[in-house]
């Protein structure tokens, strides 16, 4: 088939967490917002009787309530929101100082320091170089579209294994504000890989329902890239003659 753009999904698709679990993220998010919480002292805010159990508490309530309205609305709450909209709230409870000095640049900071964990647990497929290496050789464009809530922690990543120069566009949903299977987020994204007329021409590579709906809804082509975990809560994807794949450079073959 002719291919002239493809749009990759980040995690599970080009990139591998280790043995993932709801425990190992949670305990790489803990120690993220531990680094947060260092940050908060040195602009003091932080208050001697707050405790960071307590802290981390509470915010841990508040992302997972954004995150489950995130699931439901289709609309991204960005990290930095979510620091920013705990400590207004401790603000408001007089249990920590004053925050009118914290700026757009801390609160992104804040973000960046508690996904950081992230960017030691990630790493790409045995595969993923030399299938983005092939890709751009024959001239398709390669875009990347996740559904994160800090878009630097994927440009990070990209950059720290040297993979950035592949992707003519790199879109996140943190970026964007709206989450992966809404069309919007994969038609601006073809919009900026210079493919807006050439949506028959672009596939669509994931491994969820997300992506593969998404792309319908955009009326791209796709193709499942079929992973060795389940997690909970899974949509099944009911499409007849899905085109799936188990490792990324099978897409070469596709696109032959």
Known sequence: MMVKGIIFDFGFTLFYFDNPSVERYYECFKKGLVKSID????????REE???EA??????KRREHFFRKS???KTEFPTSLIFQNVLESLREENIINGIDHIDQHTYDKLAEIYHSCEEDEWEPFENTRETLKTLSEKNIKIALI??????????NMLNKHDLAIYFNYIMTSAKYGKRKPDPDIFLFTLEKMGLKNH?????????????I????????????LERKYKFP?????????????????EILDVIE
């Open 213 to 224: 709906i998404g792309a319908q809804r955009a009326n791209l082509q796709s193709i499942l």
């Open 50 to 52: 707050v405790s960071n």
């Open 233 to 249: 809560f899974e949509k099944e994807i009911n499409i007849s003659n899905l085109r799936k794949i188990s490792n990324i450079s």
């Open 39 to 46: 940050i908060l002292k040195e602009k003091q805010i932080w």
């Open 146 to 155: 996740s559904n994160h809530p800090n878009h630097q922690t994927i440009e």
């Open 55 to 60: 802290f981390i508490k509470k915010f841990t």
């Open 71 to 73: 699931i439901k609305t």
């Open 199 to 211: 949506a028959n021409s672009v596939i669509v590579c994931g491994d969820e329902y997300a992506d």
